[in-house]
C-alpha cells in the first residue's frame, strides 16, 4: 500500500522558516518524481516544487530562491526547506508522486493530473 506522510507544518511569523518532510513507503521510491503542492482556502491548488528522478528541481515564481526541493533516496523522503516565509504562503502543502506516462508527456510539473501518488497534507500558517 502506497503511503506518502507529510509533516512538519507549524505556525510561524512572517520571514520565519519551516522544513517539510514527506516519509514515502509501498512503490519504488526512486523511480517516481515528486513534488509538493499547495491549496489556500478559495484558491487553486498549485505546484509548488518539482524534484525530478535525475534530481533536476523546479519551483514556482513566487517561491524560487526562498523555498528548497530536496529527497533523501536512502530514507525514501521527500523535503521542502522553506525560509523567508510570507502570509501568502499559508496553506495546506501536499506532497505528491508520479510516473511518467505518455498522456504525461506534454504536461508541465504543475498540473496535478501528472501524479499517482498523495498525502493528506500538513497546514502551514505564516502570520504578519
Known amino acids: 500500500q502506497v503511503q506518502l506522510v507529510e509533516s512538519g507544518g507549524g505556525s510561524v511569523q512572517t520571514g520565519g522558516s519551516l522544513r517539510l518532510s514527506c516519509a514515502t513507503s509501498?512503490?519504488?521510491?526512486?523511480?517516481?518524481?515528486m513534488g509538493w503542492f499547495r491549496q489556500a482556502p478559495g484558491k487553486e491548488r498549485e505546484g509548488v516544487a518539482y524534484?525530478?528522478?535525475?534530481?533536476?528541481?523546479y519551483y514556482h515564481d513566487s517561491v524560487r530562491g526562498r523555498f528548497t526541493i530536496s529527497r533523501d533516496i536512502t530514507k525514501n523522503t521527500l523535503y521542502l526547506q522553506m525560509n523567508s516565509l510570507h502570509p501568502e504562503d499559508t496553506a495546506m502543502y501536499y506532497c505528491?508522486?508520479?510516473?511518467?506516462?505518455?498522456?504525461?508527456?506534454?504536461?508541465?510539473?504543475?498540473?496535478?493530473?501528472?501524479?499517482?501518488?498523495w498525502g493528506q497534507g500538513t497546514q502551514v500558517t505564516v502570520s504578519s
Open positions: 505528491v508522486a508520479g510516473q511518467m506516462t505518455s498522456a504525461r508527456f506534454s504536461m508541465g510539473w504543475g498540473d496535478s493530473r501528472r501524479y499517482d501518488y
Open positions: 509501498g512503490y519504488s521510491y526512486s523511480d517516481y518524481y
Open positions: 524534484i525530478s528522478t535525475g534530481d533536476i528541481t
